[in-house]
């Protein structure tokens, strides 16, 4: 059986193919390529921030996990593995809420809808950023200005120099891209059983 494996960037909502050599691990090879016409989220609404747990508010972190989802030609993610961990208790978060998107499924040359590998970011901004600057911890950065660009543009990414120790929240953002060689080594995580 062939796979598609397409990287998709949330946030952005755009979607960018990844032509490089298969993924083997596990009794498994990932094929990647990019299907013709590329699944689509359709119950993902960007300007919502994902919950917090208590660690994630408590450190003030700001964070991002990856995910590979495992999407069924119905457009239901079936399996979900980390390609990058958040940490500070959001895992299990992560997974919820990636066992919670649809999608419009894939489709081949044919048109028909066919499984697909989706690379899924789920960010947790610092909770208290987004109190101070958009006003709740229910809501994502949002787009402002001309250009348009989400409204945290200048906030620098981890490892990128000294925090602005004079800011009112110094924060680092989580800029890391997903790791890819991780899907040849992780688990699958299944669905909860209801």
Known sequence: MRLSMLLVC??????????????????EVIEIHDPPIKP????????????????????????????LL???ETGVVTRVKFLKRPGYDLE????????KLRFDPARDNHNQPIRTYVVWPIEWPSAWWLSDFVGTRSAMPPIVGFP?????????????????LDSL?????DCSRPDLSKAAVEAWVNPPVK
């Open 10 to 27: 949330a946030l952005a909502g755009s979607a960018v193919a990844d032509d490089s050599a298969p993924l083997v691990g596990r009794g």
């Open 40 to 67: 689509k989220p359709i119950n993902f609404k960007p300007s919502k921030a994902p919950p917090y747990s208590d660690a994630a508010i408590l450190s003030d972190a700001w964070t991002k996990a990856w995910m």
């Open 70 to 72: 495992d999407v069924s």
């Open 92 to 99: 299990k978060i992560a997974i919820k809420e990636a066992f």
């Open 148 to 164: 348009p660009r989400r409204m945290d543009w200048y906030v620098p990414c981890k490892g990128s120099g000294p925090m602005n």
């Open 169 to 173: 929240h110094p924060a680092y953002k």
